[in-house]
């Protein structure tokens, strides 16, 4: 199979993409196994190797190895995420746990560790900045995985690893089951009472993608969902999909509270074997809080203003609901309809106003126009280049002088085949290890489809989630650094979302919605009364917002805080702690534990979902060096951007990255004036 196998082959499509339409499912398991005994083969060698440790001989040794194994998984994983189906799930359940394996073996290696740890305690003045950055990396690596305990422990903790990694796939196959399976179907009339125009013609597109011609149809994909429930004039209808949005991960076959148990409980365990008091104390280690004490405090603090304001939000909403004569009190699937109502009545602004000036096309081409004026790339719309999907667009990227940057995928519609949220991922990193590699970045999004010969139009949240995910795309396209471990994203995880929320500021200016802002119908800029008016409320509804996630990462933090999960009932203890924290009523977390695919498909954010408000807090600070230079593309602000935080993976502790870029530690201050919860907002 590996003479014929295109995974195991060189590429020869444009810029050394994936040939996606050679490959076949028939072709990833074999494709795995070569390259796992490949890269089995390269660290055996470095054992082996006679001579004292080096540098190069260890370190640059580990970051050439695995590359055959690096790219099967990339491109694996990436349609797992973005176009799966039942073949792809069926392998993803089964190499994950061999994949676990395989990764224990190297980490838990203690002749290799020998190595590492006989380098890193070493005469490092021989090496430069990077290479000492590297090489502490990887210590914290292997010590953070177990390297250097006793041989009972190292087993038992990749027996943990293992059981982790397979776990963490069925809690998100099991969510994308529940999105794929559910839908609600409307017809002409009563069902369609209040829907603006947009949304009917998204769910008249949904509905024609699933054979369903001259009828409606609502999904559980965000894009789907959430503008139904903030225009649906049908309270019953709200009910009814809101009911099974929160409901994802909780019955049936598909239920995942038994997962969560036992990851939580594996988690803890984990942790007490590396020596830690909690897997929260463990996770937040190796990151910019240092420990969950410190993440506490910040969630905390904000919190309390939060909830302030969230309970004098629904006060206010309960009044609109008295006004109109209704009997009823509050619920959440009531909160986003009549805070629409409220907005058009406080500040004559409403999302069915917005959404004609927010074509897919032109935020698009905002982002791109923004990055040009920051970072002098451009970006050109490729034809010949092979993705996934039809869907999938290709750009080519370059720098001002014309070198090139690398390649960028935008990935923006809902489908069945796509998990939902939106992510930023890469088919290739940067390095210069091996030669010039230049990144190939996928951003993936869930925007609802327009009808054929139709722009598609984005709500102003969709809008800024584009610029956010392209925040994490240039992060990992301006990557400039020797490494591969190093390059792009890899950085700790309350600092990942800075580049990205900081980009966000640049789209809700008005030099930039003054521009690309324009009708779909008329090619006319928004008025600028309208655009006065969106300003003006930029913090309207921010309670809610903010009680919606801090709500979540509470309570991500306190499971991860439990010493034991012996019979957790997720379920009872997310009550539990929503009651403890004094949760408003008729609001619901973000992300409910059954479904909450940041913290239980995969470890990326567990005990870490506070990371956004962490690096919120730098980038409300960090956007205040162009607002005090009076240019939003002040020229030397943007260069130290660049040079300490876009380009520079992570060849600095984040501390120190922000303080190189800024000049200063962040002020705390700015987090609550940026949501509007400062005293006196």
Same mark, same amino acid.
């Given at each position: 199979?590996?003479?014929?196998?295109?995974?195991?082959?060189?590429?020869?499509?444009?810029?050394?993409?994936?040939?996606?339409?050679?490959?076949?499912?028939?072709?990833?398991?074999?494709?795995?196994?070569?390259?796992?005994?490949?890269?089995?083969?390269?660290?055996?060698?470095?054992?082996?190797?006679?001579?004292?440790?080096?540098?190069?001989?260890?370190?640059?040794?580990?970051?050439?190895?695995?590359?055959?194994?690096?790219?099967?998984?990339?491109?694996?994983?990436?349609?797992?995420?973005?176009?799966?189906?039942?073949?792809?799930?069926?392998?993803?359940?089964?190499?994950?746990?061999?994949?676990?394996?395989? =990764? +224990?073996? @190297?980490?838990?290696?203690?002749?290799?560790? !020998? /190595?590492? #740890?006989?380098?890193? %305690?070493?005469?490092?003045?021989?090496?430069?900045?990077?290479?000492?950055?590297?090489?502490?990396?990887?210590?914290?690596?292997?010590?953070?995985?177990?390297?250097?305990?006793?041989?009972?422990?190292?087993?038992?903790?990749?027996?943990?690893?293992?059981?982790?990694?397979?776990?963490?796939?069925?809690?998100?196959?099991?969510?994308?089951?529940?999105?794929?399976?559910?839908?609600?179907?409307?017809?002409?009339?009563?069902?369609?009472?209040?829907?603006?125009?947009?949304?009917?013609?998204?769910?008249?597109?949904?509905?024609?993608?699933?054979?369903?011609?001259?009828?409606?149809?609502?999904?559980?994909? =965000? +894009?789907? @969902?959430?503008?139904?429930?903030?225009?649906? !004039? /049908?309270? #019953?209808?709200?009910? %009814?999909?809101?009911?099974?949005?929160?409901?994802?991960?909780?019955?049936?076959?598909?239920?995942?509270?038994?997962?969560?148990?036992?990851?939580?409980?594996?988690?803890?365990?984990?942790?007490?074997?590396?020596?830690?008091?909690?897997?929260?104390?463990?996770?937040?280690?190796?990151?910019?809080?240092?420990?969950?004490?410190?993440?506490?405090?910040?969630?905390?603090?904000?919190?309390?203003?939060?909830?302030?304001?969230?309970?004098?939000?629904?006060?206010?909403?309960?009044?609109?609901?008295?006004?109109?004569?209704?009997?009823?009190?509050?619920?959440?699937?009531?909160?986003?309809?009549?805070?629409?109502?409220?907005?058009?009545?406080?500040?004559?602004?409403?999302?069915?106003?917005?959404?004609?000036?927010?074509?897919?096309?032109?935020?698009?081409?905002?982002?791109?126009?923004?990055?040009?004026?920051?970072?002098?790339?451009?970006?050109?719309?490729?034809?010949?280049?092979?993705?996934?999907?039809?869907?999938?667009?290709?750009?080519?990227?370059?720098?001002?002088?014309?070198?090139?940057?690398?390649?960028?995928?935008?990935?923006?519609?809902?489908?069945?085949?796509?998990?939902?949220?939106?992510?930023?991922?890469?088919?290739?990193?940067?390095?210069?290890?091996?030669?010039?590699?230049?990144?190939?970045?996928?951003?993936?999004?869930?925007?609802?489809?327009?009808?054929?010969?139709?722009?598609?139009?984005?709500?102003?949240?969709?809008?800024?989630?584009?610029?956010?995910?392209?925040?994490?795309?240039?992060?990992?396209?301006?990557?400039?650094?020797?490494?591969?471990?190093?390059?792009?994203?890899?950085?700790?995880?309350?600092?990942?979302?800075?580049?990205?929320?900081?980009?966000?500021?640049?789209?809700?200016?008005?030099?930039?919605?003054?521009?690309?802002?324009?009708?779909?119908?008329?090619?006319?800029?928004?008025?600028?009364?309208?655009?006065?008016?969106?300003?003006?409320?930029?913090?309207?509804?921010?309670?809610?917002?903010?009680?919606?996630?801090?709500?979540?990462?509470?309570?991500?933090?306190?499971?991860?805080?439990?010493?034991?999960?012996?019979?957790?009932?997720?379920?009872?203890?997310?009550?539990?702690?929503?009651?403890?924290?004094?949760?408003?009523?008729?609001?619901?977390?973000?992300?409910?534990?059954?479904?909450?695919?940041?913290?239980?498909?995969?470890?990326?954010?567990?005990?870490?979902?506070?990371?956004?408000?962490?690096?919120?807090?730098?980038?409300?600070?960090?956007?205040?060096?162009?607002?005090?230079?009076?240019?939003?593309?002040?020229?030397?602000?943007?260069?130290?951007?660049?040079?300490?935080?876009?380009?520079?993976?992570?060849?600095?502790?984040?501390?120190?990255?922000?303080?190189?870029?800024?000049?200063?530690?962040?002020?705390?201050?700015?987090?609550?004036?940026?949501?509007?919860?400062?005293?006196?907002?």
């Amino acid at each position: 199979m590996t003479s014929d196998n295109p995974l195991l082959q060189p590429w020869t499509t444009p810029f050394g993409i994936a040939p996606f339409a050679e490959i076949e499912t028939k072709h990833y398991k074999p494709a795995f196994e070569a390259g796992i005994a490949e890269h089995e083969r390269e660290i055996a060698t470095i054992i082996g190797n006679p001579e004292a440790p080096t540098f190069a001989n260890t370190i640059e040794a580990m970051e050439r190895a695995g590359r055959t194994l690096d790219r099967v998984g990339s491109v694996f994983f990436n349609l797992t995420g973005a176009n799966t189906n039942d073949e792809l799930e069926a392998i993803a359940l089964e190499i994950a746990p061999i994949l676990s394996r395989h =990764r +224990s073996a @190297i980490y838990l290696n203690d002749a290799l560790f !020998a /190595r590492v #740890d006989a380098l890193f %305690k070493g005469d490092q003045s021989g090496l430069d900045a990077e290479q000492q950055r590297v090489l502490e990396r990887y210590h914290i690596g292997f010590v953070r995985s177990g390297a250097g305990l006793p041989a009972a422990s190292k087993e038992r903790l990749a027996a943990i690893s293992e059981r982790l990694a397979t776990l963490g796939t069925n809690f998100g196959q099991n969510v994308l089951a529940d999105e794929k399976s559910w839908s609600l179907v409307l017809e002409e009339g009563d069902d369609l009472a209040g829907l603006p125009d947009f949304l009917k013609d998204a769910a008249s597109e949904a509905a024609r993608a699933r054979g369903l011609d001259g009828q409606y149809v609502i999904t559980l994909s =965000r +894009s789907s @969902i959430e503008p139904f429930l903030q225009f649906s !004039a /049908r309270r #019953d209808l709200r009910e %009814k999909a809101f009911a099974a949005w929160i409901a994802r991960g909780e019955a049936g076959k598909t239920d995942n509270r038994g997962i969560i148990a036992e990851t939580v409980a594996l988690r803890a365990e984990e942790a007490k074997l590396l020596g830690f008091k909690s897997f929260a104390h463990f996770r937040l280690d190796d990151s910019m809080a240092r420990t969950p004490e410190a993440a506490m405090g910040l969630l905390r603090s904000v919190w309390t203003p939060a909830r302030e304001r969230a309970i004098e939000e629904r006060e206010a909403l309960q009044a609109l609901v008295r006004a109109e004569g209704g009997n009823f009190e509050i619920a959440a699937w009531d909160w986003r309809f009549y805070s629409e109502k409220r907005r058009k009545a406080e500040f004559d602004l409403d999302e069915s106003q917005l959404k004609p000036y927010l074509q897919l096309d032109k935020v698009i081409e905002a982002a791109f126009d923004t990055a040009s004026k920051l970072f002098g790339v451009t970006f050109t719309e490729r034809f010949d280049v092979p993705a996934y999907h039809p869907d999938v667009r290709v750009f080519e990227v370059k720098n001002a002088a014309g070198a090139p940057v690398g390649l960028f995928l935008g990935d923006y519609f809902a489908r069945p085949s796509k998990r939902s949220g939106a992510w930023m991922s890469d088919y290739r990193g940067q390095e210069r290890l091996i030669g010039d590699i230049r990144p190939i970045i996928v951003n993936v999004m869930n925007f609802a489809k327009a009808a054929d010969g139709q722009p598609t139009l984005l709500s102003y949240d969709d809008a800024r989630t584009l610029f956010h995910e392209f925040g994490h795309g240039l992060h990992g396209l301006l990557s400039d650094v020797t490494y591969p471990s190093l390059a792009g994203t890899s950085v700790a995880r309350d600092f990942v979302e800075f580049p990205s929320q900081l980009y966000e500021h640049w789209f809700e200016r008005p030099e930039i919605l003054e521009r690309f802002a324009v009708h779909y119908q008329t090619g006319e800029p928004m008025p600028a009364a309208l655009l006065e008016r969106l300003q003006a409320s930029r913090t309207f509804n921010q309670g809610f917002a903010t009680v919606e996630y801090v709500s979540s990462a509470l309570v991500d933090l306190e499971l991860h805080l439990l010493d034991k999960a012996d019979g957790l009932d997720s379920t009872a203890f997310e009550k539990k702690v929503l009651e403890e924290i004094g949760m408003p009523e008729a609001m619901v977390m973000r992300h409910r534990t059954p479904h909450f695919q940041h913290v239980f498909a995969g470890d990326g954010y567990s005990s870490a979902y506070y990371s956004y408000l962490w690096s919120e807090t730098l980038d409300a600070d960090g956007f205040g060096a162009f607002e005090e230079a009076g240019d939003i593309f002040a020229p030397d602000v943007a260069a130290k951007l660049y040079t300490f935080v876009y380009s520079a993976g992570n060849r600095r502790k984040p501390d120190e990255a922000y303080r190189a870029f800024r000049g200063r530690d962040p002020d705390p201050s700015a987090l609550l004036r940026k949501r509007g919860l400062a005293e006196g907002d």
